[in-house]
C-alpha cells in the first residue's frame, strides 16, 4: 500500500480478511508469500525485531476490546505504560490529549467502558490505537454496532485524522457506506487472494462475477448514490 492512503480489505466472510490482517500486523505467520513492513521483510524475525515494528502500529479492534476495569483515560494509556518509560504524570497528559482527539468530552476519561455509549467505546478504543503516534493505523470493522448517525460520525472522525495527523490506514469492513466515503482503494479478496485493488469507483464496474456481485447489489448501488448526494 501506499503511504499516506487509505486501503480498505473487503470481502466474504470466509475469504480471508481476518487472516492476511493478523499477518500483516504481525500476530501470524503467513504459510507462504513474503510480508514486508516498513520496507522490511517480516516473515522469519525474532521477537525484538517484531516488537520493535509491532510499536510503530495503532490497532483498533473490532469491538473495542477496552479492559473493562480500567477507566476510558487508563485504557488509552496501556500502550504508552507497556512500550516507554516515560513518566505517569506525561502518559496521562498524553492519554488525555488522545481521548480530546478522538472527539470525546474530557468527562469521559474517568468512566468505565461500561459507561461509554457505542461511539463513545469506538473513540476511546480509536484513542488508544493513536496512542504511540502509530505510522499505520489498522481498524478492524470499526462501524460494527453502530447506528447509521454513529457510523456516519466515526466516518468523519477518521478521515479528519487522517488529514490532521498524515495517517497511512488499513481497514476492514462490510459497510459501503464508509468505502465508498472514506477508502481510497480497496482491495477485494476472494478464493483465498487478492482479486484486485483499485477504487471503488473502478471496482464497481468491474465485469468479474465475484466483484460485480458484490459491488453492484441494490444495497451497494443505494450506497454509491448516498455518497455521491452528500458530495
Not at 504508552?80 to 472527539?103: C, F, S, Y
Not at 470525546?104 to 467502558?113: G, Q, T, V
Not at 498524515?166 to 487472494?193: G, K, Q
Request: proline share 4%; hydrophobic share 45%.
Amino acid at each position: 500500500m501506499n503511504r499516506g492512503e487509505i486501503l480498505a480489505l473487503v470481502g466474504a466472510s470466509g475469504s480471508g480478511k481476518s487472516v492476511l490482517l493478523r499477518e500483516m500486523i504481525l500476530l501470524a505467520r503467513p504459510t507462504a508469500g513474503q510480508v514486508r513492513l516498513f520496507g522490511e521483510d517480516a516473515v522469519d524475525l525474532d521477537e525484538s525485531t517484531a516488537n520493535r515494528l509491532r510499536r510503530r502500529i495503532g490497532i483498533m479492534f473490532q469491538h473495542g476490546a477496552l479492559f473493562n476495569s480500567l477507566t476510558a483515560l487508563e485504557n488509552i494509556a496501556v500502550p504508552m505504560k507497556e512500550q516507554t518509560d516515560l513518566p505517569d504524570a506525561v502518559i496521562r497528559d498524553i492519554a488525555m490529549l488522545k481521548l480530546l482527539l478522538a472527539g470525546l468530552p474530557a468527562d469521559a476519561a474517568h468512566k468505565y467502558p461500561r459507561q461509554l455509549s457505542g461511539g463513545m467505546h469506538k473513540r476511546a478504543a480509536l484513542a488508544r490505537a493513536l496512542a504511540m503516534d502509530p505510522d499505520l493505523l489498522v481498524l478492524d470493522e470499526p462501524g460494527t454496532g453502530l447506528d447509521p448517525i454513529g457510523a456516519d460520525a466515526l466516518d468523519d472522525l477518521i478521515l479528519d485524522l487522517h488529514r490532521s495527523l498524515d495517517l497511512t490506514v488499513v481497514m476492514t469492513t462490510h459497510d459501503l457506506d464508509t468505502l465508498w466515503r472514506v477508502s481510497d482503494r480497496v482491495a477485494f479478496l476472494a478464493e483465498r487472494r487478492i482479486l484486485a485493488t483499485a477504487t471503488m469507483g473502478e471496482l464497481s464496474a468491474s465485469d468479474d462475477p465475484a466483484i460485480a456481485a458484490f459491488f453492484q447489489g441494490p444495497r451497494a448501488r443505494a450506497a454509491r448514490s448516498l455518497t455521491w448526494n452528500r458530495g
